[in-house]
């Protein structure tokens, strides 16, 4: 990118457009020291914009697309080492929001979290016909873990510790004081996909339709066509899947 202005050093003038687009891709934030002259942060954060590759650890510059010219890499190092003597940092960048787990898959259930908070626990597999589970879960970025409870109307209430990077449950304990242990617990980061409701039902001797989500028109096909269609209703449950 030019920097060339008449009547001003190459370094210290830019014109306005390429003054915003590396603006935009200065990717740290400058802490001004008490001590520090604002003449020099100012001058320093122009360095890192154009790409000088900064040597204070604190510090990240641009990726540097294109060299740059001599005079301009002089005045930054001198810049630079004005700013060193004075203490002169960079803040660093913020860790990114840590996503928290959508679901749950376990091979003999699949756990929902809605609201970054409430537990629908269903049984899969052989466990399909057992009553499902429903609690809450609390996360803390700290420890990277999930604290929480689960109740099951055919047992009890569980205390339950999830480390989601382990893919580890413990039942009633964390780890080294329980027992109760499921492995390969796999955290899902996006939400589950809505479940779609029957629009259509087939059967060999009726087409039932399902209008709105709700009212039903069953219409007799085959030898029972004779007979009067029926109409109701229905209601989903997507919990039960049924």
């Known amino acids: 990118v030019s920097t060339q202005s008449t009547g001003s050093p190459l370094y210290f003038k830019m014109k306005r457009f390429n003054y915003v687009v590396l603006l935009i891709a200065l990717t740290v934030i400058l802490v001004e020291s008490t001590t520090c002259k604002k003449k020099n942060v100012t001058r320093y954060t122009?360095?890192?914009?154009?790409?000088?590759?900064?040597?204070?650890?604190?510090?990240?510059?641009?990726?540097?697309?294109?060299?740059?010219?001599?005079?301009?890499?002089?005045?930054?190092?001198?810049?630079?080492?004005?700013?060193?003597?004075?203490?002169?940092?960079?803040?660093?960048?913020?860790?990114?929001?840590?996503?928290?787990?959508?679901?749950?898959?376990y091979e003999h259930a699949e756990i929902e979290v809605i609201n970054d908070k409430t537990l629908?626990?269903?049984?899969?597999?052989?466990?399909?016909?057992?009553?499902?589970?429903?609690?809450?879960?609390n996360w803390d970025d700290t420890t990277r873990s999930g604290t929480g409870y689960v109740t099951f109307p055919d047992d009890k209430t569980y205390k339950i510790k999830y480390y989601p990077e382990q893919g580890t449950i413990y039942w009633d304990g964390d780890k080294g004081t329980t027992n109760i242990i499921w492995q390969n617990a796999i955290c899902g980061t996006e939400p589950k996909p809505e479940l779609k409701h029957c629009k259509t039902i087939s059967y060999e001797h009726a087409e039932i339709e399902v209008i709105?989500?709700?009212?039903?028109?069953?219409?007799?096909?085959?030898?029972?066509?004779?007979?009067?269609?029926?109409?109701?209703?229905?209601?989903?449950?997507?919990?039960?899947?049924?």
């Open 46 to 105: 122009r360095c890192l914009q154009e790409g000088f590759q900064s040597t204070i650890e604190s510090c990240q510059g641009v990726a540097n697309k294109m060299a740059l010219e001599a005079s301009i890499l002089k005045r930054c190092r001198n810049v630079e080492k004005e700013l060193t003597a004075c203490g002169f940092e960079c803040e660093p960048k913020p860790e990114p929001e840590r996503k928290h787990c959508k679901t749950i898959s």
């Open 120 to 137: 629908q626990l269903v049984w899969v597999g052989n466990n399909q016909n057992r009553p499902n589970g429903a609690g809450e879960i």
């Open 212 to 242: 709105n989500d709700k009212t039903l028109q069953l219409v007799w096909v085959g030898n029972n066509q004779n007979r009067p269609n029926g109409a109701g209703e229905i209601n989903w449950d997507d919990t039960t899947r049924s």
